[in-house]
């Protein structure tokens, strides 16, 4: 199965409520068969600028990462479900990127000429 | 040399290989070169050759999580992401720089219009200067 990234942005509760949020999101990714790899805390911050959703001015999230195998036909189901609860302000999922072991070639001559020639 | 395939592109041919020895003007040229001499050059690789210059990110994992990062090749005023002439990247870490900054904006995780006020003090990498 695919390895997935749900990045969740959670509205800014106190403790036992985002908790309570997290364990609805565990727990509707394993009702669709997925495997949850990892669970990361990105802490609370404010956001990069005001979020609108469901009819809250977001300024503070909760910035949480899940790690996840699954089959991509559940992701637009999740996406959905995610979409309709009221304490996350942004989900995405994305596909999983790990480092890549390919080799960085360096710039060649003919782009270093160029380089030179704009400076 | 033996690389004619008709008689119109023999006709339009500079003076200097209707001279050359060997060739006939209409037709195929039946002189070919002995490529078995031993006075012909052996092409290896140029052992002069430099290494290729490495750019700064060269060998780095490009995260959209790492802000900090990618924070350092946005303009502070305007938000805006530096090109190749400013930032010096080679061609595959700046395409990578550019598509995470646009994920990270899009994620909710980087401001777009302005820089991150956390980082606005970090140490300049770009070949660009700013007024003080």
Request: aromatic fraction near 6%; proline fraction near 7%.
């Amino acid at each position: 199965m695919p390895r997935y990234e749900l990045a969740l942005i959670l509205k800014a509760m106190q403790r036992p409520e985002t908790a309570a949020a997290l364990k609805r999101t565990v727990e509707a990714l394993l009702e669709r068969g997925a495997i949850v790899r990892n669970l990361e805390n990105l802490g609370e911050r404010m956001l990069p600028y005001k979020i609108s959703k469901h009819s809250i001015r977001h300024s503070r999230g909760g910035y949480f990462l899940f790690d996840f195998h699954a089959s991509p036909a559940v992701i637009t189901s999740m996406l959905d479900h995610l979409e309709r609860d009221i304490d996350v302000v942004r989900p995405t999922i994305l596909k999983h990127q790990p480092p890549t072991t390919e080799e960085c070639p360096g710039m060649d001559q003919a782009t270093l000429a160029l380089n030179l020639k704009i400076k | 040399m033996n690389s004619f395939a008709s008689s119109r592109c023999l006709l339009r041919l500079s003076l200097k290989y209707r001279e050359v020895p060997g060739l006939c003007q209409k037709g195929i040229s039946t002189h070919h070169e002995n490529t078995d001499a031993k006075d012909m050059p052996d092409l290896t690789e140029n052992p002069y050759k430099e290494p290729p210059v490495r750019c700064i990110l060269c060998d780095a994992h490009v995260d959209y999580k790492n802000i900090q990062l990618l924070s350092q090749f946005v303009s502070p005023y305007s938000g805006c992401i530096y090109g190749r002439r400013i930032t010096g990247l080679c061609e595959k870490k700046q395409r990578e720089i550019s598509k995470a900054i646009k994920k990270a904006q899009q994620l909710g995780f980087m401001p777009v219009t302005l820089k991150d006020p956390l980082f606005i003090k970090d140490p300049n990498i770009c070949n660009i200067r700013h007024p003080e």
